[in-house]
């Protein structure tokens, strides 16, 4: 009984990172603070994976999302001087992010609805609570296998550094 009501109490603070954190990321007008406040829902994110015994899926939650808007904050944020020295615009389109956050939630529970009705996956065609150690090693084997996904890494790395090398170039050129 104890660690069933310990799981619920993580399961609600996760939920209150979530909710809050999305609703801390439309409504600020500030772009750093809403990075910021994204950064805490894509962690309850996160930690909804580790209660599902998903760890691996936690910590590419981490690595990938969390990663990503901490390079944001660094280069589109902090490198534009200008953006930083502008006074706070309110956001006038917040009445179109509240109805499109609403449509999303009620497609999502719609379909959380008739998964769990029908007790079939909706997308995936093995469920996560089957997927074994063994597929994960076969996963990270073709991530670095020279005849399957290592050349399409290679490529995407190399798209995204001379990206970053470009809005440092635009950065620095617009002051």
Do not use: C, K
């Not at 580790?50 to 944001?72: R, S």
Request: aromatic fraction near 10%.
């Amino acid at each position: 009984m104890q660690a069933e009501f310990g799981q619920w109490a993580i399961f609600g603070l996760f939920t209150v990172f979530i909710i809050g954190g999305g609703i801390g990321t439309v409504t600020s007008s500030n772009l750093f603070h809403a990075a910021l406040w994204l950064i805490i829902s894509l962690f309850g994110v996160a930690g909804f994976f580790v209660l599902l015994a998903a760890p691996f899926l936690a910590a590419v939650q981490v690595l990938v999302y969390i990663g990503a808007i901490v390079v944001l904050i660094i280069f589109a944020i902090m490198l534009t001087r200008r953006l930083m020295g502008l006074r706070e615009a309110p956001n006038s389109q917040w009445l179109f992010s509240l109805l499109g956050a609403a449509i999303t939630f009620s497609v999502i529970v719609l379909g959380l609805v008739l998964a769990s009705a029908g007790n079939t996956p909706l997308l995936a065609s093995q469920p996560l609570s089957e997927i074994t150690g063994e597929s994960l090693r076969e996963l990270g084997i073709a991530l670095v296998d020279l005849n399957q996904y290592v050349l399409p890494f290679i490529v995407a790395s190399l798209l995204l550094e001379a990206a970053m090398v470009g809005a440092i170039v635009i950065a620095r050129g617009s002051e």
